[in-house]
């Protein structure tokens, strides 16, 4: 018999702050949560994961968030920048190799101002007309994402990191705002993107209350993907001497969301693969449905180096392809190629 308190969240989509409190403070409901999230996946996606070729274009970026690699501040990263053309390749070989949607992920980089963002997209937009263009660039005006939309792009990635202001204003410069960062994913929902919002699981200060914001701030929001994956510390910041975060939190978390959305995109995501050898695998098994391998030129991989030890930074995109066509099979689930659109109920 399945765990009354299982039961209830797969039914109702929804707990009362002190039992989504017990829910994830607990390990005992994981074997439960586990498996009404495989079964609600299935009821709504079968055994279908969605791929997403990641193509990070650039790692410099104007921002100084604690966590982060790419961090203005860390005056060791080694810096680099896409061309279009290159830009271009890479799709190209991802369109090669399946993929039908792409997503432009870099630091917040001036020098990609929204003439030339525009000018990307409009050119990959031209050239694919039947894939969804992806932008995962940061905070911006909202005439900015305007401007990106009607050049073409479809989707928006932006992780909230925390919907608590307090702990938001621990992870980042005083700069930068959890209230700016949720203005920009309603400006985002409100122009038509498929939005796609997060947060980190472990980071530093973060506690179950901050959690439970999360997952409050994520019923607000309603995105169409949720992307959550483990802090993992990085030598070159001020978290270096902070603990990672835990696999198996991030994957209650996601069987959590898994029932709580049931049509949500849901990635098992590089930071738990590289946190878990088998990290990405026991997310599909946990409720995720999204993978999204690497489509960036070898030598950007190391360059883009947000957290420590990242896999697939040696591989080439269609070695990448096929290690998680592999690995998705061997976890019982099957990779498809289109678009891969949300589906609501
Ligand atoms: N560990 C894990 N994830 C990180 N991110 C940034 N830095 C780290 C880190 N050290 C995540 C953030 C960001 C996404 C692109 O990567 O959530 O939104
Ligand atoms: Fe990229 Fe395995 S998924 S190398």
Same mark, same amino acid.
């Given at each position: &018999? &399945?765990?009354?308190?299982?039961?209830?969240?797969?039914?109702?989509?929804?707990? #009362?702050?002190?039992?989504?409190?017990?829910?994830?403070? #607990?390990?005992?409901?994981? =074997?439960?949560?586990?498996?009404?999230?495989?079964?609600?996946?299935?009821?709504? *996606?079968?055994?279908?994961?969605?791929? !997403?070729?990641?193509?990070?274009?650039?790692?410099? @970026?104007?921002? =100084? @968030?604690?966590? @982060?690699?790419?961090?203005? #501040?860390?005056?060791?990263?080694?810096?680099?920048?896409?061309?279009?053309?290159?830009?271009?390749?890479? @799709?190209?070989?991802?369109?090669?190799?399946?993929?039908?949607?792409?997503?432009?992920?870099?630091?917040? =980089?001036? *020098?990609?101002?929204?003439?030339?963002?525009?000018?990307?997209?409009?050119?990959?937009?031209?050239?694919?007309?039947?894939?969804?263009?992806?932008? #995962?660039?940061?905070?911006?005006?909202?005439?900015?994402?305007?401007?990106?939309?009607?050049?073409?792009?479809? !989707?928006?990635?932006?992780?909230?990191?925390?919907?608590?202001?307090?702990?938001?204003?621990?992870?980042?410069?005083?700069? &930068?705002?959890?209230?700016? !960062?949720?203005?920009?994913?309603?400006?985002?929902?409100?122009?038509?993107?498929?939005?796609?919002?997060?947060?980190?699981?472990?980071?530093?200060?973060?506690?179950? =209350?901050?959690?439970?914001?999360?997952?409050?701030?994520?019923?607000?929001?309603?995105?169409?993907?949720?992307?959550?994956?483990?802090?993992?510390?990085?030598?070159?910041?001020?978290?270096?001497?902070?603990?990672?975060?835990?696999?198996?939190?991030?994957?209650?978390?996601?069987?959590?969301?898994?029932? &709580?959305?049931? *049509?949500?995109?849901?990635?098992?995501?590089?930071?738990?693969?590289?946190?878990?050898?088998?990290?990405?695998?026991?997310?599909?098994?946990?409720?995720?449905?999204?993978?999204?391998?690497?489509?960036?030129?070898?030598?950007?991989?190391?360059?883009?180096?947000? *957290?420590?030890?990242?896999?697939?930074?040696?591989?080439?995109?269609?070695?990448?392809?096929?290690?998680?066509?592999?690995?998705?099979?061997?976890?019982?689930?099957?990779?498809?190629?289109?678009?891969?659109?949300? !589906?609501?109920?």
């Amino acid at each position: &018999m &399945m765990n009354s308190l299982v039961e209830k969240l797969r039914k109702n989509r929804d707990l #009362s702050d002190e039992e989504f409190r017990e829910i994830i403070d #607990s390990g005992r409901y994981d =074997d439960d949560l586990r498996t009404a999230a495989d079964e609600v996946r299935r009821e709504n *996606y079968g055994d279908v994961v969605f791929l !997403r070729g990641l193509i990070e274009f650039t790692n410099y @970026c104007k921002n =100084d @968030c604690l966590y @982060c690699g790419l961090r203005a #501040s860390n005056r060791t990263a080694d810096r680099y920048r896409l061309s279009r053309e290159e830009i271009l390749d890479c @799709c190209e070989e991802g369109y090669a190799l399946g993929y039908r949607t792409f997503v432009l992920q870099g630091g917040e =980089d001036p *020098y990609y101002n929204d003439d030339r963002i525009c000018e990307i997209v409009a050119a990959i937009r031209k050239r694919f007309p039947d894939c969804a263009i992806t932008l #995962s660039i940061g905070e911006k005006a909202r005439e900015s994402y305007q401007r990106y939309f009607d050049a073409g792009a479809n !989707r928006y990635l932006l992780r909230h990191e925390t919907a608590d202001d307090a702990h938001y204003a621990r992870l980042h410069p005083d700069t &930068m705002s959890a209230q700016n !960062r949720k203005r920009c994913l309603w400006d985002l929902k409100a122009i038509g993107y498929q939005v796609g919002a997060g947060f980190m699981v472990g980071s530093p200060y973060q506690t179950t =209350d901050t959690l439970i914001a999360d997952l409050r701030f994520l019923q607000q929001l309603q995105p169409d993907m949720i992307g959550i994956g483990p802090f993992l510390r990085h030598h070159a910041t001020p978290f270096r001497d902070q603990p990672n975060g835990s696999a198996e939190l991030t994957l209650r978390l996601l069987s959590i969301l898994r029932l &709580m959305f049931p *049509y949500v995109l849901l990635p098992a995501t590089t930071a738990l693969g590289t946190i878990l050898p088998d990290g990405r695998e026991r997310g599909l098994q946990a409720g995720a449905n999204v993978v999204m391998p690497n489509l960036s030129p070898v030598a950007a991989r190391k360059k883009y180096e947000i *957290y420590e030890n990242k896999i697939c930074t040696g591989e080439e995109s269609a070695q990448c392809r096929g290690c998680l066509e592999m690995r998705v099979k061997a976890a019982g689930y099957r990779i498809v190629t289109d678009r891969g659109d949300v !589906r609501r109920a």
